[in-house]
């Protein structure tokens, strides 16, 4: 049987993680869009691309196996992308 996201983040709120300060999304459904998008999105409302993997991360850690596979693919994607810039700005800081 699967379980929402928002089931899931429910059943989590009741552990330390569900005690987590959040900061709402500009844009509802973020999660559920192409790699790309996402990744836009959380490249676009963080201070660095460091920021925007930690916020991408935490999502698909809270989801877990609730995660389907079409979606994790999405947010797979949106991990290399967002790598890519971090790499990009390490280099520049060297």
Known sequence: MKVSIADT???VAKKW???VKTRKMKQKGVFTQ????IAAHLLSISNDPQEAMQKLNFYINRGGSN???DQMEQLEKAKEI???KIQI??????
Request: proline letters at 5%.
């Open 9 to 11: 983040i429910y059943l």
């Open 82 to 84: 967002i790598s890519s």
């Open 89 to 94: 700005s390490k280099k520049k800081q060297k």
């Open 67 to 69: 995660i389907d596979d």
């Open 34 to 37: 192409k790699g790309p998008a």
């Open 17 to 19: 993680s569900g005690k």
